[in-house]
T-cell receptor, first 113, second 110 residues
Framework: DTAVSQTPKYLVTQMGNDKSIKCEQNLGHDTMYWYKQDSKKFLKIMFS???????INETVPNRFSPKSPDKAHLNLHINSLELGDSAVYFCASSQDLKVYGYTFGSGTRLTVV | DAKTTQPPSMDCAEGRAANLPCNHSTISGNEYVYWYRQIHSQGPQYIIH???NNETNEMASLIITEDRKSSTLILPHATLRDTAVYYCIGGIYNTDKLIFGTGTRLQVFP
């Protein structure tokens, strides 16, 4: 079983569209994250949720809205997609970050055309 | 911004030990040093972490200097599949996130 799974793996869409990326973890972790990796390969945190509560919200346009229906799921909805949103988005989870670190998903490659 | 310094790239012959250095001079006493790697197009993969003592697991060894200002990740017998970007993350400045730097691109050659 995949520990942290994301869907879809690839997403190609036109500018202005609204899209969602889903993430699920079966590790029983309390905290989940979204990271963005741009074309220069910098990996930057966007959001984190702990037990359905928003903990971290970095400087991200409000077109990006995370939603956590339960602690095993953290979805990312993006409105009015722009060319600059093209990137690989990684979901991750952790239980005790100071001790164990993250478990990452395999990523969703979003291409906006 | 990440508070670690790593060389941008390194090469290693297959079967030899790969020693990847990292400086983390601002790490505080209760903060861990983590190492992750990212193989092309995949999600980052946890390798090892440590606080003060040297650590070893099935993937690698981590040597942390006594003053904790630097560490070295050792892959004892590098294989072609170890070609990846290796990230050293030292000093967690927010209790709920790890900050990734630019890492070291390790190329293992035959």
């Amino acid at each position: 079983d995949t520990a942290v799974s994301q869907t879809p793996k690839y997403l190609v869409t036109q500018m202005g569209n609204d899209k969602s990326i889903k993430c699920e973890q079966n590790l029983g972790h309390d905290t989940m994250y979204w990271y963005k990796q741009d074309s220069k390969k910098f990996l930057k945190i966007m959001f984190s949720y702990n037990n359905k509560e928003l903990i971290i919200n970095e400087t991200v346009p409000n077109r990006f809205s995370p939603k956590s229906p339960d602690k095993a799921h953290l979805n990312l909805h993006i409105n009015s997609l722009e060319l600059g949103d093209s990137a690989v988005y990684f979901c991750a989870s952790s239980q005790d970050l100071k001790v164990y670190g993250y478990t990452f998903g395999s990523g969703t490659r979003l291409t906006v055309v | 911004d990440a508070k670690t310094t790593q060389p941008p790239s390194m090469d290693c012959a297959e079967g030899r030990a790969a020693n990847l250095p990292c400086n983390h001079s601002t790490i505080s006493g209760n903060e861990y040093v983590y190492w992750y790697r990212q193989i092309h197009s995949q999600g980052p993969q946890y390798i090892i972490h440590g606080l003060k003592n040297n650590e070893t697991n099935e993937m690698a060894s981590l040597i942390i200097t006594e003053d904790r200002k630097s560490s070295t990740l050792i892959l004892p017998h590098a294989t072609l599949r170890d070609t990846a970007v290796y990230y050293c993350i030292g000093g967690i400045y927010n209790t709920d996130k790890l900050i990734f730097g630019t890492g070291t691109r390790l190329q293992v050659f035959p």
